[in-house]
């Protein structure tokens, strides 16, 4: 099962993306859940976590600009990404933190022009 993440794009800096990740009840009730990303030459980061009791923790890069929430009647977890900057570009995943192989998607690219 992979966990596939949607909704990036390009947008200028400043703007704003939502991002979706559709997975199973199962798997975001048993796990904390995380958005991370990896920007071209670098290594792959966690920059949202939430848990299965609704704490959430930001990296100091996003903290305040991004919200991660989750729909647990949909089986989908958010990331709201406002006040975009060019060093937000990147393919953004979502995977259970700690993270598991097997759930990592494609990803989705967000590019943020300046």
């Known amino acids: 099962v992979q966990l596939q993440a949607s909704g990036g794009g390009l947008v200028q800096a400043g703007g704003s993306l939502r991002l979706s990740c559709a997975g199973s009840?199962?798997?975001?009730?048993?796990?904390?859940m995380g958005w991370y990303r990896q920007a071209p030459g670098k290594q792959r980061e966690l920059v949202a976590r939430l848990t299965r009791y609704g704490t959430t923790n930001y990296a100091d890069s996003v903290k305040g600009r991004f919200t991660i929430s989750r729909d647990n009647t949909k089986n989908t977890l958010y990331l709201q990404m406002d006040s975009l900057k060019p060093e937000d570009t990147a393919v953004y995943f979502c995977?259970?933190?700690?993270?598991?192989?097997?759930?990592w998607g494609q990803g989705t690219l967000v590019t943020v022009s300046s």
């Open positions: 995977n259970t933190v700690p993270s598991y192989v097997q759930y």
């Open positions: 009840g199962s798997i975001f009730a048993a796990n904390a």
